[in-house]
């Protein structure tokens, strides 16, 4: 039992950590840009929100690999 909750917990880790460079490409593959040179607060907390959301999306499909993986792993 301590194995299994070593091992999520250093799967929850490793996916949280791939999140948030998924959660930079994702924010990166928008290209976003501004008018000015500089961001204005709605456009910053635009693309924090944007960035956030991207993390949760990243770690869910981190994660959903991972079960499908592992499914995979044990019917072969």
């Known amino acids: 039992m301590k194995d299994?909750?070593?091992r999520e917990l250093f799967w929850?880790?490793?996916s949280f950590l791939i999140a948030l460079v998924g959660s930079f490409l994702f924010l990166e593959l928008?290209?976003?840009s501004s008018a000015e040179p500089e961001l204005n607060s709605l456009e910053?907390?635009?693309t924090?929100?944007?960035?956030?959301?991207?993390?949760?999306v990243s770690?869910?499909?981190?994660?959903?690999v991972r079960i499908v993986l592992?499914?995979?792993?044990k019917k072969v």
């Open 4 to 6: 299994l909750i070593i």
């Open 12 to 14: 929850f880790v490793i």
């Open 30 to 32: 928008l290209a976003l």
């Open 44 to 46: 910053k907390l635009f």
């Open 48 to 56: 924090l929100q944007l960035y956030i959301i991207g993390c949760i």
């Open 59 to 64: 770690f869910i499909s981190v994660y959903i």
């Open 70 to 73: 592992s499914f995979i792993k």
